[in-house]
């Protein structure tokens, strides 16, 4: 989200130094509080690698946001387009992620179900017929 938000600020012809302070006075806590010695050190005039060297990011959010806009802010190319791909990429990495886990819960749930169901199935189903075939 904090991808589409900084291509979006981009677009509308925000700087990347204004785009990352929006997003930092409105971001988490835990985002918020690594991203405002970046921002500072953006506002005095700090290099890009020297201004992320300023704060302690070990958030993957925040890693993927410095990458994403690391080529942008190097070479001055356009990079809300390269935001937006990155969100993407990350949106379809999280979807995949959130199949494989739902894919292994259906793994996980045969045996609880069948310890469950099973003994009231034969309660239910077996037990009556066998009883009905037992001569008077």
Known sequence: MMLELIGAMLDAGAGLGRSLELVAAL????????L???????????????????SEVRSPDLLALRDALGFAALTGAPSSAILYAQAARMRRARFRTAEKRAAALGVKLVLP???CSLPAFVCLGVVP???AMLPA
């Open 27 to 34: 971001a988490s806590p835990e985002l918020s509080r690594p």
């Open 36 to 54: 405002g010695p970046v921002v500072s050190a953006l506002a005095i005039g700090a290099d890009w690698d020297t201004a992320w060297r300023s």
């Open 113 to 115: 179900l069948g310890l």
């Open 129 to 131: 017929v066998l009883l």
